[in-house]
Nanobody, 129 residues
Framework: QVQLVESGGGLVQAGDSLRLSCVASGLTFSNYAMGWFRQAPGKEREFVSGISRVGGITDDPDLVKGRFAISRDNAKNTVYLQMNSLKPEDTAVYYC??????????????????????WGQGTQVTVSS
């Protein structure tokens, strides 16, 4: 049984930092590209950051570029999201997700939700102004 368990969310003030963690179990972690998504009330779930299977490639959309950084530790089956300079508009439930990639696609990262095979339950991040 595959499980992705996020932690590290909370209530912070604008300008603060948070570090989210996601621990995976029940899968061969190094076979999966990992992504972080978020969903605010009334909005679509959106891609926040992604990292390739072996961690050499990351993808950060413009809305978080320069503020958020994704990393992974395959020995610990864990992916992290370091969030700096948080803004009220970053308030959302943050989800990690796992996307199986074959050896021929080791360096690929998907931004689309449908590409991901497994999802965590989410962790709430609230940024006050």
């Amino acid at each position: 049984q595959v499980q992705l368990v996020e932690s590290g969310g909370g209530l912070v003030q604008a300008g603060d930092s948070l570090r989210l963690s996601c621990v995976a179990s029940g899968l061969t972690f190094s076979n999966y590209a990992m992504g972080w998504f978020r969903q605010a009330p009334g909005k679509e779930r959106e891609f926040v950051s992604g990292i390739s299977r072996v961690g050499g490639i990351t993808d950060d959309p413009d809305l978080v570029k320069g503020r958020f950084a994704i990393s992974r530790d395959n020995a610990k089956n864990t992916v992290y999201l370091q969030m700096n300079s948080l803004k009220p508009e970053d308030t959302a439930v943050y989800y990690c997700a796992a996307d199986f990639k074959t050896n021929s696609r080791t360096w690929y990262i998907s931004r689309t939700r449908n590409a991901y095979d497994y999802w965590g339950q989410g962790t709430q991040v609230t940024v006050s102004s």
